[in-house]
């Protein structure tokens, strides 16, 4: 019990909402309701665990947070509402964690991430939008809490501009970033977090301008530029990422 007492104390503090009464330390079973601020907690105990719905009530008597418990625990539906009546937070929970969907909304009711959660961790799709007309601003896959499979990320005209490849939290595989016309501007090649293979530039109109290796995370070999007609302008070679005179 002290350490409900605890949690929901300094989750008002953290708010701005401070704390005027103390919850007792000792409640075995039924309703019980008290003021904390200017906001109000309600909520049933069984056997002096929460149990059901809890509702906390702003100073208007509209809700502000719903949360569902079992056995002490959060299990089930927590829905945040703002002052204007919008809601802020739409979560589910399992024995005390996030597990399932995750969504939360901006002004307007429009959503600003839809997350996915397994046992208090990121996992499966994870969307991110800008503030304004529901456009996508990042697209990324998570297992146990790290991103692994392809990101995208769009700018504010839901255009790509970046596509990169992870396992369990790394870069693996390719990295891509795209002109403002969605086509291909650069593309390299990545293994345990470390660059790892060739690398490519190009101009918006697809004519290569850059090309090279790395080794190690460092530049090896001929490194070519090319003019926009394709003949090359320039070459250098490297040795551990350091020009060979």
């Known amino acids: 019990m002290q350490k409900l007492l605890f949690i929901i104390i300094s989750f008002l503090l953290i708010s701005g909402v401070h704390a005027q009464t103390v919850l007792p330390d000792t409640i075995e079973s039924g309703f019980y309701s008290v003021k904390v601020g200017k906001m109000t907690v309600e909520g049933n105990f069984e056997n002096y665990l929460q149990t059901g719905n809890w509702i906390t009530f702003l100073e208007s008597g509209q809700i502000y947070k719903l949360e569902q418990y079992k056995e002490g625990e ?6 945040i509402i703002s002052s204007r009546g919008y809601i802020q937070e739409q979560a589910e929970y399992a024995n005390g964690e996030l597990d399932g969907r995750r969504l939360n909304f901006g002004s307007g009711g429009r959503v600003k991430s839809d997350e996915h959660y397994k046992n208090g961790l990121l ?3 994870r969307t991110l939008y800008y503030d304004y007309g529901g456009i996508i601003q990042e697209e990324s896959y998570y297992t ?29 595989g390719l990295k891509k970033s795209f002109h403002d016309n969605e086509s291909l501007k650069s593309e390299q090649e990545f293994h345990d977090n470390v660059a790892e293979g060739y690398f490519k530039e190009y101009d918006i109109n697809g004519q ?14 001929e490194w070519k530029e090319f003019g926009a007609d ?14 060979v005179k």
């Open 123 to 125: 996992d499966g799709k």
């Open 144 to 172: 146990n809490g790290l991103k692994d499979g392809t990101t995208k990320w769009y700018n504010s005209e839901g255009k790509l501009i970046a596509e990169y490849n992870y396992k369990q939290g790394e870069f693996e």
């Open 208 to 221: 290569l301008i850059t090309e090279g290796q790395y080794k190690d995370g460092q530049k090896t070999g």
């Open 74 to 79: 959060k299990n089930g539906l927590q829905i």
């Open 230 to 243: 394709g003949k090359e302008l320039k070459k250098v070679v490297y040795k551990k990422g350091e020009e």
